[in-house]
């Protein structure tokens, strides 16, 4: 009898033919293996905190701001 197999989706869009892991669905190499997958969160994101809620909220304001002034420019006749 065949081991039940992975099943997930290649880069190619066709299923990974790999043996699953035992009492899981997925292979080693797609998330069958412990302690395999991302991290919990986004840690890496927070290198250098181009991420954080702070940076992200001053990068919204400063295109409002933009968005603001295109306007005024659009409005004004020169």
Do not use: W, Y
Request: glycine fraction near 10%; hydrophobic fraction near 30%; charge should be positive.
């Amino acid at each position: 009898m065949l081991s039940p197999r992975c099943g997930a989706k290649t880069r190619s869009q066709t299923l990974c033919l790999s043996p699953a892991m035992h009492g899981k669905k997925r292979c080693r190499m797609h998330g069958g293996a412990k302690g395999s997958g991302a991290p919990k969160g986004n840690r890496n994101a927070l290198k250098n905190g181009h991420m954080t809620r702070e940076a992200i909220a001053k990068r919204h304001e400063v295109r409002a701001l933009l968005r603001q002034c295109r306007e005024f420019m659009d409005d004004c006749d020169f």
